[in-house]
């Protein structure tokens, strides 16, 4: 049985870089994406054998599209992808808020995503394969203004449609919703949030889960 594969976005850092590190120790291939080349490179230095260079934007379909193929060209086939790139807002709320600023986020936090399951779903299709997309606690509830919260909204609401689609087939797709990361999305770090490590261990207990069990959504607060 060849080796499973997962392709991730925003696989540079933070969740991203401690997916790769959780789904190769679980003994799958990693397809690792983004824009930052040098730190892709020092992560496939790290993990070794099973770890391809994937660099690209995000924000570019033709990008993604080409990274896809090319893993499924080194390792045989891929078996899953992690929709992960995201960004946050240095002014949030609406009054107050930088439109140049919304551009972007919902070019990273929607259309990134989105293109991310359009390039995969063909290749996921072959394996009755998984999507598994970033979600955040700020996509369940409501904040004030909050313009980033609604771009969550958008991942929780189209990872069920997505679901919906992908059962179809025998797919399966899964959001994955933490709460506050201690990442560098934040200025100053949060040693009593979450770690990016268990963020991935739900990743990998979502794409593990025996094919009958199709884990639609798994939601992590800190327990503090």
Known sequence: MAQKTL???GASSGIGAATARAA???GWNVGLFARSEDKLNSLATELGDGALVLPGDATKFEDQ????QHLRD????VDAAFANAGTGLNTPGTEKGDPAEWHDLVH?????????AKAALPHLKRQKGHMVLTGSAAGRVHIPGSVYGASKWFVHGYGGNLAEEMKEWGGRCTVVAPGMVDTAFFDEAKPDKLKPEDVADAV???LEADPRNAVRE??????G
């Open 7 to 9: 392709f991730i976005t």
């Open 65 to 68: 599209v080409a990274a896809l």
């Open 204 to 206: 990998v207990f979502a």
């Open 24 to 26: 190769h120790k679980a």
């Open 108 to 116: 990273i936090n929607i259309m990134a995503l989105l293109y991310t």
């Open 218 to 223: 798994v939601f992590l607060m800190p327990t």
């Open 74 to 77: 080194s390792f045989g086939q």
